[in-house]
């Protein structure tokens, strides 16, 4: 295994950590904000992958497909937080649960009646097409460099926009005592609406990049998902820092542990076998992660208990 | 629920004597992997239309991929209903939680897709046929393949699931050389970052993959970017009609194997790829062919018996006589097809991507577990 090999895993787990991390901030937020569980969000990813595939077949523009992107999935997520969310603000978190399912329900069968069952073209952009020289002869495709530094950069500015801002400083009021910041004359219906649709752009925007490098299909959203609520648990829930690091460790536990294990069972069992066994350990890897976190910090990393 | 009714008798005048066939499709019409669904249901329901007959009745429900749906819905179909015959499941899983129990009440099963080593070897059954092919067949001849091709060091992946682990033993089984690696990815992973730098890494001189579906769209298209040009093989369900027109470019000149293709030269395929066509608006798939023979299997043998008669009708099926759009049609001992494998490459005719055979990979091949079943 050798040190080549070894950064180029270290990437790709980067790259996989700050693509999660844009899922993750928008759950966490909107969590941390309006204390809603949104498993619709998932959607959220799936529509900004939709509307770029379709802006991208239209125009062949991948900017305006991104934008596109952008677009559409702050708009879906403005309309569901006006028509169904706002309702469930005061409801246990059951009644948001099923009713943010029944949205995964109406968003993938709406997709499939707009857009067929069978998944959508969407390609990277020929000027980040194809691999790129880095130090060290290390080969690494051009597309998950900017990734990566897209990921960088939209975290970046999310913190700014939270730390150094008076949007900022209402979402963190919002956090800390809700009813105390509605008394305080902020208008919290416009808050709550701010904070849903920029949730919902960072999941769209997520989804496009990624939808550049996989399938646009039904349903795309539901893995990812999965996997965010992994990150904001091990991160903390609400806290946007603990979603950036909880982010970077899930994709780098994943990814070297899908390349490091089946090679230390190697050494023990015969090939096929450790390919099987390591696999079936890798998968739970992220997992057992969490769940080690959350034996020795049950609010998670940056949680407050 | 919702209950399609898909009633192809629609002139059936009370009173008529002739024997009515109820058939209770089972298939993905929701979800993903609902292309696949969608194609078998759309190629047998042609076949049926093509035929004009009246004595045919079809029951569609979609089974979600999920097992527990397509079990409820088959106890559905065969004791509310009482269908004479079963067909449509494409999930090796969803097959092996349905066809052994609805066989064991006496009912027919037609498989258009699914065919698990365990239905055809000891668990074969003479209520069950397969139309398209055991699990193993096309991974088998892209290990012949990849022998003729002269590879030396192949490096494999496939999901850890049944059907992952199923064809890289059947790659293995016809493939004579080394291998440069063999990785298990997790079923669903839609990022293959990882172990495409594991190939990079490797001193392979070619990859064999079984992705089925978006992730082998993903794959593809992470592969083709990734600067790493080792030759590719498949089978063919990461290249069918649905699925090639997402990938794009990245699989052109892809080599994949499959049991029918849309050039196979005979007239009956020509006459069903044309008409597919005018029907939907699309190019068939494979699953459109299998879902296609599979109706025409079940027509030929209600012209020579009564599906009242189990005995007589498991013989008619047996005959398999029926025009295949596959050109030559028969089945094994263990009612599973013997057929030629083809050897395929991904081309792109106008604005669609498509396949053309290359050349045959098997000639009249049978799968290796018939031996296993009782006679």
């Known amino acids: 295994m050798s040190f080549v090999f070894l950064v180029e895993q270290v990437l790709n787990g980067l790259q996989f950590g700050v693509m999660l991390f844009l899922m993750a901030a928008g759950l966490t937020l909107i969590f941390g904000v309006m204390g809603l569980i949104n498993l619709a969000h998932g959607s959220l990813y799936m529509i900004g992958a939709f509307a770029a595939a379709a802006t991208a077949a239209a125009t062949g523009s991948f900017l305006l497909a991104l934008a596109a992107a952008l677009a559409a999935s702050a708009l879906a997520g403005a ?29 993938s069968e709406g997709a499939r009646w707009v857009f067929g069952s069978f998944p959508l073209y969407l390609a990277i952009p020929e000027a980040l097409s ?21 990921g960088l950069a939209v975290a970046a500015g999310l913190f700014w926009l939270i730390s150094s801002t008076r949007i900022g400083v209402q979402i963190r009021a919002g956090e800390a005592d809700r009813e105390m910041i509605g008394a305080l004359g902020v208008d919290i219906d416009r808050l709550y609406l701010l904070v849903f649709a920029l949730g919902a752009a960072l999941a769209g925007l997520a989804g496009a990049l990624i939808g550049a490098i996989q399938s646009v ?7 990812v998902l999965i996997l965010a609520f992994v990150v904001i648990v091990i991160g903390g829930i609400g806290s946007i820092r603990g979603a950036f690091i909880g ?20 050494l023990l069992l015969d090939p096929a076998a450790a ?5 079936s350990l890798a998968s739970m890897a992220i997992y057992i992660l969490m769940a080690g976190v959350l034996i020795a910090r049950p609010q998670g990393l940056f949680g407050s208990a | 629920m919702k209950h399609i009714l898909l009633a192809a008798a629609l002139a059936a005048t009370a009173g008529m004597a002739q024997a009515e066939v109820k058939v209770g499709m089972i298939t993905t019409l929701s979800g993903g992997g609902a292309g696949l669904g969608i194609d078998v249901r759309d190629g047998f329901m042609l076949a049926v239309k093509q035929a004009g007959r009246d004595d045919i009745e079809v029951l569609i429900e979609d089974d979600q991929r999920k097992p527990d749906i397509a079990v409820q819905l088959a106890d559905e179909m065969i004791q509310a209903e009482d269908v004479d015959v079963l067909t449509g499941i494409i999930w090796s899983n969803l097959a092996m939680a349905v066809v052994p129990a609805a066989v064991a009440q006496g009912k027919f099963y037609l498989s258009p897709n699914a065919g698990p080593s365990a239905l055809a070897g000891k668990g074969c059954h003479p209520n069950y046929f397969n139309v398209a092919w055991q699990n193993d067949n096309l991974h088998e001849a892209a290990g012949a ?11 494999i992946l496939a999901p850890n699931y049944p059907a992952g682990q199923d064809a890289l033993t059947g790659y293995k089984r016809f493939y004579e050389s080394d291998l440069a690696g063999e990785v298990y990815t997790k079923l669903g992973q839609t990022d293959y970052a990882a172990e495409i730098a594991q190939i990079r890494a490797s001193d392979a001189d070619s990859v064999f993959f079984f992705l089925p579906g978006g992730m082998g769209i993903s794959f593809l298209k992470q592969y083709a970017d990734s600067g790493v040009d080792l030759p590719l093989i498949g089978p063919a369900f990461s290249f069918d009609q649905g699925i090639l027109q997402a990938v794009g470019d990245a699989a052109l000149g892809v080599v994949n194997t499959s049991q029918w293709n849309k050039d196979i030269d005979t007239p009956a395929n020509a006459e069903f790829v044309e008409s597919f066509q005018a029907e939907y608006g699309r190019l068939p798939s494979l699953y459109a062919s299998q879902g296609f ?18 005995d007589a009708f498991r013989a008619a099926l047996t005959d398999a006589d029926f025009t295949s ?14 057929q030629d494998i083809y050897v395929r490459e991904v081309i792109k005719e106008g604005d669609v991507y498509t396949n053309r055979i290359l050349d045959v990979a098997i000639e009249d091949h049978a799968d290796a577990y018939a031996a296993e079943c009782p006679q």
């Open chain 1, 275 to 279: 390919a099987s066994v390591g696999a």
């Open chain 2, 293 to 310: 023979d599979t109706a025409n299997l079940l027509m030929s043998a209600m012209d020579k018996a009564d599906v009242a008669d189990a």
């Open chain 1, 217 to 223: 299909q039904v349903g795309m959203g539901e893995p």
């Open chain 1, 247 to 266: 982010a970077l460790l899930v994709g780098l536990t994943d990814t070297l542990g899908r390349v490091l294990l089946p090679g230390l069972f190697g």
């Open chain 1, 79 to 107: 309309v569901i937080e006006r028509l169904v969310i706002r309702q469930l603000y005061d409801r246990d978190h059951l009644d948001q649960v099923l009713a943010t399912f029944a949205l995964i329900l109406i968003f």
């Open chain 2, 325 to 338: 759009t596959r050109g030559d049609f028969a089945f094994g001992p263990n009612r599973h097809p013997v």
């Open chain 2, 145 to 155: 393949y990849a022998n003729s091709a002269g590879y030396a060091n192949s490096f």
């Open chain 1, 130 to 150: 194809g691999p790129v020289t880095l130090p060290f002869g290390i080969e690494y495709p051009r597309y998950r460099l900017a990734l990566i530094g897209i």
